[in-house]
């Protein structure tokens, strides 16, 4: 497996962000000026409101990845294949949505029954396998495969899976074109094998799946039962280009096989594995953000405000800060527990130090989410019953989605922890030194995919060892401005320098050097 870096910059470089962006351009405009693009995904780039007077509103899907796909279709035919979400959504269906650029994608949304798509996402995707992929099933308990859990997955996940198919298929008949399709995630790992199965030869696309969670080793996958584990690698073997975030992923991935997908050839050498007469390239592809979209909404009044707003709370303390779904594979309560843990070995640091927390809400409705925030609330409030005093409230949590108050509060951390127990990439790790404006220090997880390319900047923590992680904090708040100046430059160097179109192109040249 490899990466291809663009070699030789240096952080000094200048034109570095310019001439990529020109290359990934350049790029993307000869790959697509044969080609039609099919991108499928649970969740569709746009969300629409409806007016007062009936109207519709759409609003662009926020984040790097929506932002990278969506400029592809500058380029070709582009069409986005998603579930629906809302009446709205089923109502509308179908159609072609202008961008602020000028150009076009073209949206569909399926709308599978409601106990379909309630086996194939609440039971099948999350917890079932969100869970297994990110180590977090309590096996003396967890999970209980019964009766429910088959049906969810025969009459939800498949049955999802094979409607994505059944229009993919039907889109790239009627585009007439060779097409490229890019499928995201792990709530489509049976799609390929549909389509495979489902069309000639001379018909069939390009495909490519890139999984965004990680892929953990063969022991793992024996918590499901022989026949799930087998029809997701089965369809994951039907995949041309199967993209990861590390290569660590990848490896395991071509593990899993070798372990549970008899006549399976594997070739760890070329990252390739041969199966039913088909070879499936295997890459790492570490995704990565919108550099310099962040730099421009950083830059925004509506950030700045946010901003001096948490300044005015935070004073002249220093600050830790933490930006998560609440989700416990990111670990908020033993990051918690660490802050503790530090205050009580250096107590020099209380009431010099704050620690807040910028908490999204998440998949309320499943319980093991809903527990999870009451544990994480309560532990913040023994930290601040123990050591709050009427001066100083060491933790403050703030909850609801708002992404311009997180990023001014990326600008003004001191230390920003990102302690996940499992993550494919972790986007807070990149985004932060981007914005932060002081030289702040990132305390970084080994167990996330941003390990793999940042770990010569950050202090990386074993996210279970708590201890650590309390050293690591102080380490971090009492670190000399030189260091942290250092370790800053390197960190902004390493992100911007493979940024979401460094992603993007990866994909496309993999796919050119293949010849497929
Ligand atoms: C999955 C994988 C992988 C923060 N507050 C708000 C908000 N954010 C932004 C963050 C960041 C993004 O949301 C979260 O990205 P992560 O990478 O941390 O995590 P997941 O959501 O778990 O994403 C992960 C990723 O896919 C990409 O492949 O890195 O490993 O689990 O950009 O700054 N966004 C909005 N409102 C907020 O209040 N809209």
Redesign the pocket.
């Given at each position: 497996m490899r990466r291809s870096l663009a070699a030789g910059n240096t952080p000094q470089d200048p034109g570095l962000e310019e001439s990529l962006r020109q290359r990934c351009e350049a790029l993307q405009a000869d790959f697509f000026s044969n080609r039609a693009l099919i991108i499928a995904a649970n969740r569709g780039p746009v969300t629409f409101e409806t007016t007062e007077d009936d109207g519709l509103l759409f609003q662009r899907g926020?984040?790097?990845?929506v932002t990278a796909l969506i400029g592809l279709c500058r380029h070709t035919d582009a069409t986005w294949i998603a579930c629906a979400r809302t009446e709205v959504d089923t109502t509308w269906r179908a159609g072609s949505i202008a961008m602020a650029d000028g150009s076009e994608i073209r949206v569909q949304f399926l709308s599978p029954d409601e106990s379909a798509y309630e086996g194939y996402y609440n039971i099948i995707a999350n917890p079932l396998l969100w869970f297994l992929q990110h180590s977090m099933w309590d096996i003396p308990r967890a999970p209980v495969i019964d009766r429910a859990t088959w049906e969810a997955w025969e009459d939800g996940y498949v049955v999802v899976n094979r409607l994505f198919a059944e229009a993919i298929a039907a889109q790239v008949r009627a585009t007439h074109r060779p097409t490229l399709v890019m499928l995201q995630d792990y709530h489509l790992y049976l799609v390929a094998r549909f389509l495979r199965d489902g069309m000639r030869r001379r018909e069939r696309p390009t495909v490519l799946h890139f999984i965004?969670?990680p892929w953990p080793g063969p022991e793992y996958w024996r918590i499901l039962p022989p026949a799930m584990r087998q029809a997701i690698l089965d369809g994951l073997c039907a995949v041309d280009v199967l993209g990861f975030?590390t290569r660590e992923d990848g490896l395991d991935f071509i593990r899993t096989c070798q372990s549970h997908l008899p006549r399976a050839y594997v070739n760890y050498k070329k990252g390739r594995v041969w199966y039913r007469n088909h070879a499936t390239h295997v890459r790492d592809f570490p995704?990565s953000?919108d550099v310099e979209a962040l730099r421009h909404l950083a830059e925004s009044q509506e950030v700045a405000e946010y901003r001096s707003e948490i300044q005015d709370v935070v004073g002249d303390r220093q600050l830790i800060v933490r930006?998560?779904?609440i989700?416990p594979s990111k670990n908020i309560i033993r990051g918690f527990q660490a802050f503790e843990e530090m205050l009580e070995l250096h107590p020099e640091h209380c009431e010099q130090v704050m620690f807040l927390a910028?908490l999204?809400p998440s998949r309320m409705k499943v319980d093991e989410y809903q527990d999870y925030l009451d544990e994480l609330m309560a532990a913040a409030g023994r930290i601040n019953a123990r050591y709050g005093t009427s001066e100083w409230e060491p933790v403050r949590v703030l909850m609801?989605?708002?992404?311009p108050?997180?990023v001014g509060a990326l600008q003004l951390y001191d230390v920003l922890l990102v302690n996940a127990i499992a993550?494919?990439?972790?986007?807070?790790a990149k985004?932060g030194p981007i914005a932060n404006r002081r030289d702040g220090v990132l305390v970084l997880s080994e167990r996330?995919?941003a390990r793999e390319q940042l770990e010569s900047g950050a202090i990386v923590i074993s996210p279970c060892d708590v201890y650590a992680t309390a050293e690591a904090l102080h380490q971090a708040l009492v670190m000399p401005p030189e260091e942290r100046q250092e370790r800053s430059e390197r960190l902004r160097w390493l992100i911007q320098r493979e940024d979401i179109n460094a992603w993007l192109r990866c994909q496309l040249e993999t796919i050119a050097e293949l010849g497929l």
């Amino acid at each position: 497996m490899r990466r291809s870096l663009a070699a030789g910059n240096t952080p000094q470089d200048p034109g570095l962000e310019e001439s990529l962006r020109q290359r990934c351009e350049a790029l993307q405009a000869d790959f697509f000026s044969n080609r039609a693009l099919i991108i499928a995904a649970n969740r569709g780039p746009v969300t629409f409101e409806t007016t007062e007077d009936d109207g519709l509103l759409f609003q662009r899907g926020g984040g790097g990845l929506v932002t990278a796909l969506i400029g592809l279709c500058r380029h070709t035919d582009a069409t986005w294949i998603a579930c629906a979400r809302t009446e709205v959504d089923t109502t509308w269906r179908a159609g072609s949505i202008a961008m602020a650029d000028g150009s076009e994608i073209r949206v569909q949304f399926l709308s599978p029954d409601e106990s379909a798509y309630e086996g194939y996402y609440n039971i099948i995707a999350n917890p079932l396998l969100w869970f297994l992929q990110h180590s977090m099933w309590d096996i003396p308990r967890a999970p209980v495969i019964d009766r429910a859990t088959w049906e969810a997955w025969e009459d939800g996940y498949v049955v999802v899976n094979r409607l994505f198919a059944e229009a993919i298929a039907a889109q790239v008949r009627a585009t007439h074109r060779p097409t490229l399709v890019m499928l995201q995630d792990y709530h489509l790992y049976l799609v390929a094998r549909f389509l495979r199965d489902g069309m000639r030869r001379r018909e069939r696309p390009t495909v490519l799946h890139f999984i965004h969670i990680p892929w953990p080793g063969p022991e793992y996958w024996r918590i499901l039962p022989p026949a799930m584990r087998q029809a997701i690698l089965d369809g994951l073997c039907a995949v041309d280009v199967l993209g990861f975030q590390t290569r660590e992923d990848g490896l395991d991935f071509i593990r899993t096989c070798q372990s549970h997908l008899p006549r399976a050839y594997v070739n760890y050498k070329k990252g390739r594995v041969w199966y039913r007469n088909h070879a499936t390239h295997v890459r790492d592809f570490p995704i990565s953000i919108d550099v310099e979209a962040l730099r421009h909404l950083a830059e925004s009044q509506e950030v700045a405000e946010y901003r001096s707003e948490i300044q005015d709370v935070v004073g002249d303390r220093q600050l830790i800060v933490r930006i998560d779904r609440i989700e416990p594979s990111k670990n908020i309560i033993r990051g918690f527990q660490a802050f503790e843990e530090m205050l009580e070995l250096h107590p020099e640091h209380c009431e010099q130090v704050m620690f807040l927390a910028l908490l999204v809400p998440s998949r309320m409705k499943v319980d093991e989410y809903q527990d999870y925030l009451d544990e994480l609330m309560a532990a913040a409030g023994r930290i601040n019953a123990r050591y709050g005093t009427s001066e100083w409230e060491p933790v403050r949590v703030l909850m609801g989605e708002n992404y311009p108050r997180a990023v001014g509060a990326l600008q003004l951390y001191d230390v920003l922890l990102v302690n996940a127990i499992a993550d494919g990439m972790n986007l807070v790790a990149k985004e932060g030194p981007i914005a932060n404006r002081r030289d702040g220090v990132l305390v970084l997880s080994e167990r996330t995919g941003a390990r793999e390319q940042l770990e010569s900047g950050a202090i990386v923590i074993s996210p279970c060892d708590v201890y650590a992680t309390a050293e690591a904090l102080h380490q971090a708040l009492v670190m000399p401005p030189e260091e942290r100046q250092e370790r800053s430059e390197r960190l902004r160097w390493l992100i911007q320098r493979e940024d979401i179109n460094a992603w993007l192109r990866c994909q496309l040249e993999t796919i050119a050097e293949l010849g497929l």
